[in-house]
């Protein structure tokens, strides 16, 4: 069977080795959208893929992959959210700049998000260094989410803020992962209480900045 080649007249660039690149990207602890994410990254950190080159559609991507078209959607606007890539209406995705050089990458291990737990996302990330990744998953409050969640985010973060009130549930499935790089989040006040929830999140932001 002939391989359909997707090529990008602005940049004389083959996108089906892009699609290539993450089809052979797979593995037991990435999600498809993170393999898609990853991968781009890597590209355009490694100087492939350029600024200013458009990217596959979403549906040129969904089909090739094989994967739902929504996890594609996803995996856009996390680098959309980067700033990494930019939506151009009515001509689709391009390389917006380069891989910044990050310093921390820091994951939120969330059991649910609710207007506390957003509130304290939203304060930290807007006060966290331009250099830091800050990226969300959710365990909620599932053992099996939770040891599967740990276990695909180590050696890709170095710091993970856990949302668990009884530090001991995890003790048991935090091997491997050096104890300074968890933050345990303790009870988050009620959502009523922005001061005390500010408050909160304060306090996490000094955790983190001790770790720096």
């Not at 909160?200 to 900045?209: E, N, P, R, Y």
């Given at each position: 069977m002939k391989?359909?080649?997707?090529?990008?007249?602005?940049?004389n660039y083959s996108t089906y080795n892009l699609m290539?690149?993450?089809?052979?990207?797979t593995s037991p602890l990435r999600s498809k959208k993170e393999q898609i994410v990853e991968k781009i990254e890597a590209e355009i950190s490694n100087g492939t893929l350029a600024i200013g080159l458009?990217?596959?559609?979403?549906?040129q991507m969904a089909t090739s992959l094989k994967f739902a078209r929504q996890t594609v959607l996803d995996a856009y606007q996390i680098l959309l959210s980067r700033g990494?890539?930019?939506?151009?209406?009515?001509?689709g995705y391009f390389v917006a700049q380069p891989m910044p050089t990050l310093t921390q990458k820091i994951c939120f291990l969330f059991s649910?998000?609710?207007n506390?737990?957003?509130?304290?996302?939203?304060h930290i990330r807007k006060n966290?260094?331009?250099?830091?990744?800050?990226?969300?998953?959710?365990?909620?409050e599932e053992q099996r989410t939770l040891i599967n969640t740990i276990r695909r985010v180590e050696g890709l973060y170095t710091i993970l803020i856990v949302d668990l009130d009884k530090k001991d549930i995890l003790n048991a499935y935090a091997a491997g992962i050096p104890n300074h790089r968890i933050i345990f989040m303790e009870s988050l006040p009620d959502e009523n209480n922005p001061k005390l929830v500010r408050k909160?999140?304060?306090?996490?932001?000094?955790?983190?900045?001790e770790f720096t």
């Open positions: 391989k359909e080649l997707l090529i990008s007249k602005e940049n290539e690149e993450i089809r052979l990207f458009k990217l596959p559609s979403v549906n990494i890539i930019q939506s151009r209406r009515g001509l649910r998000m609710d506390a737990r957003g509130s304290v996302y939203e966290l260094p331009q250099d830091t990744l800050l990226d969300v998953f959710f365990h909620y909160h999140a304060d306090k996490l932001l000094q955790l983190v900045s």
